[in-house]
């Protein structure tokens, strides 16, 4: 079975500019989380999805940032305008159900560089 | 609430030593507790959870985890560690109840050394 995909694995942006970062989950997944990896902060919860509604956006740092699910298959983390500060790895992840004992599923992280 | 603590932030150790790597959590209610090992340039995969039931954990790569409610700690455990094993380790916490959500601690690199 296909895993978590994200995508683009590797960006290089200039400071101002948006960027879009894409995730297909692991079909029949429900939930879907991004996360961002900092050396400073380590892990973070960004925002997560149950059945493509946002439900938990309070780690979304500040307004540059948004989310969205359109479908069970689809989501973007959207960075406008994006900032050097920004510079990090962010994850997709997906789990099934509710329960809360679940894997979490990782992709392989798309590796953001703001210049 | 609920919070992870990982008092290392690396580890190295020699090549078929054993391993130990401290996690410690807090939380008002009941939790479910995982490792994750993140190997370089890759995301995190599961080592191994305690949902219930004996609190000795057996994982994937030889790893095992104890569960240790009266000292709050899920430490991971390796007899002889091998280069492969070089990698970051974050323990995580979840409720046992209630809506989807996971806290995971800062990572302990762990460094094998040939």
């Known amino acids: 079975d296909a895993g978590v995909i994200q995508s683009p694995r590797h960006e290089v942006t200039e400071m101002g500019q948006e960027v879009t970062l894409r995730c297909k989950p692991i079909s029949g997944h429900d939930y879907l989380f991004w996360y961002r990896q900092t050396m400073m902060r380590g892990l973070e919860l960004l925002i997560y999805f149950n059945n493509n509604v946002p439900i938990d956006d309070s780690g979304m740092p500040e307004d540059r940032f948004s989310a969205k699910m359109p479908n069970a298959s689809f989501s973007t983390l959207k960075i406008q305008p994006s900032e050097p500060r920004d510079s990090a790895v962010y994850f997709c992840?997906?789990?099934?159900?509710?329960?809360?004992?679940?894997?979490?599923?990782f992709g392989e992280g798309s590796w953001l560089t703001v210049v | 609430a609920q919070s992870v603590t990982q008092l290392d932030s690396q580890v190295p150790v020699f090549e078929e030593a054993p391993v130990e790597l401290r996690c410690n959590y807090s939380s008002s209610v009941s939790v479910y507790l995982f490792w994750y090992v993140q190997y370089p340039n890759q995301g995190l995969q599961l080592l191994l959870k305690y949902l219930s039931g004996s609190t000795l954990v057996k994982g994937i790569n030889g790893f095992e985890a104890e569960f240790n409610k009266s000292q709050t700690s899920f430490h991971l455990r390796k007899p002889s560690v091998h280069i492969s094993d070089t990698a970051e380790y974050f323990c995580?916490?979840?409720?046992?109840?209630?809506?989807?959500?996971?806290?995971f601690g800062t990572g302990t690199k762990l460094q094998v050394i040939p």
């Open positions: 995580a916490v979840s409720p046992s109840g209630g809506y989807q959500k996971v806290t």
């Open positions: 992840a997906s789990t099934p159900q509710e329960f809360t004992g679940n894997t979490i599923y």
